[in-house]
């Protein structure tokens, strides 16, 4: 789960898209998945996703998935190519979470390819690093007028974080959230995905049937 802390003057406006796990595992690069929502992806200034497979050609897998876990499938080893990369930044997502179950599916190694395939494509990451200081930095990412989005990715671990679940179609929404304070974010984030489905199902809109 992605729990972006964003600070920015309350004087400007600016939008954003939250996107839940980007799955690329298996999937050929020249598929090019994220052709079909890079219109609305890019309409706004940030568009943000949970990295969920790693971007690795490494072969060594991680030890902590065992081989009778793997066949029961109740652990799963995911990995994708990195030359994914151009295409999340071509389709309009500028910043990643990369602090996730699967990050260290093929180790540090995996990691460090990953991390190093976003840089060059100029993807900013948060969530995951060398070293514990180096995974808790917060990512920045810049809009075309200068101005700076701090962006913390943050994972909901048993006894810490406030989870929000928020159920969202056209016609209404239920949210969930294990404290007040969530669960006031959860309804706010709701009525705004909700407002959005509602335009993109208007003539013209992504949508349209």
Not at 100 to 125: F, I, P, Q, T
Not at 136 to 152: E, H, Q, S, W, Y
Not at 158 to 163: C, D, F, L, Y
């Amino acid at each position: 789960m992605i729990l972006a802390a964003i600070s920015l003057a309350a004087t400007h406006s600016w939008s954003l898209v939250l996107g839940g796990d980007l799955m690329l595992n298996q999937i050929p690069v020249k598929y090019r998945p994220l052709a079909t929502i890079a219109p609305f992806l890019r309409s706004a200034n940030l568009a943000v996703a949970n990295l969920e497979s790693p971007l690795t050609t490494k072969k060594v897998c991680t030890p902590r998935k065992s081989a009778a876990e793997l066949k029961a499938r109740s652990q799963y080893l995911l990995k994708a190519d990195p030359a994914f990369t151009a295409q999340i930044a071509d389709a309009g997502i500028r910043m990643v979470s990369v602090g996730n179950n699967h990050c260290m599916d093929y180790n540090g190694e995996g990691l460090a390819e990953m991390r190093s395939a976003l840089d060059r494509s100029k993807v900013v990451y948060a969530g995951a690093g060398s070293n514990v200081n180096d995974a808790a930095k917060i990512g920045v990412f810049t809009l075309p007028d200068g101005r700076r989005i701090p962006v913390a990715m943050k994972g909901g671990g048993a006894g810490s974080g406030t989870n929000v679940v928020v159920n969202v179609d056209a016609s209404g929404s239920q949210v969930q959230g294990d404290a007040g304070k969530g669960e006031q974010l959860g309804r706010v984030i709701s009525q705004a995905v909700q407002q959005e489905l509602i335009r993109q199902r208007r003539p013209g809109g992504l949508l349209t049937a």
